[in-house]
């Protein structure tokens, strides 16, 4: 994690084109290995994420933006929970692994799109409000490398579940 990024929402957004770069490479590969490696990676990378933006950067705009855009969030972040552990516990070779990572990925575009939209996306309500993102950014990338680190359980191959893990509220 070497990369800067100028606040936290810069910070959530370069996580956002990361995922969506290993879900494209997901659809583009026939390899049953490389299937279960992109799936273990996209599971992880989103695990990360959602734990950042639950602990620290929703928590911080609530009061300040609407409610129900945080709610919605929430929501759509234990839809994904559910998928996440569907897909980390399963295999390319069970039957719908594909539908499952397919449809985890048209959640996560439906997602980004609430976060970014322009004028009255989550983001876009955020920079309005008092709240430093330069101190949020700091905060989240410090718990994002104590997740990252957590995330690299020694003796296992990349294939096994990470030791996150995400439950639905």
């Not at 994420?49 to 602990?55: D, N, P, S």
Request: with cysteine; glycine share 2%.
């Amino acid at each position: 994690m070497t990369e800067s990024f100028t606040d936290a929402i810069a910070l959530l957004k370069a996580d956002h084109r990361k995922v969506e770069a290993l879900f494209e490479k997901f659809e583009a590969t026939k390899s049953s290995a490389q299937k279960k490696k992109l799936a273990h990676e996209i599971c992880t990378e989103l695990k990360i994420h959602t734990l950042i933006e639950e602990e620290i950067f929703y928590p911080s705009f609530r009061g300040k933006i609407e409610d129900d855009t945080l709610d919605e969030a929430y929501v759509e972040h234990d839809g994904a929970k559910v998928l996440i552990n569907d897909i980390e516990a399963g295999s390319p070779e069970d039957d719908f692994f594909d539908a499952k990572v397919t449809v985890l990925s048209e959640e996560i575009k439906h997602h980004v799109h609430e976060e970014e939209m322009q004028s009255e996306g989550m983001f876009a309500q955020c920079r309005k409000t008092d709240v430093d993102l330069v101190d949020l950014r700091d905060r989240m990338l410090a718990r994002k490398k104590e997740l990252l680190a957590q995330a690299k359980v020694d003796g296992l191959p990349p294939s096994q579940p990470t030791a996150i893990n995400l439950k639905a509220a």
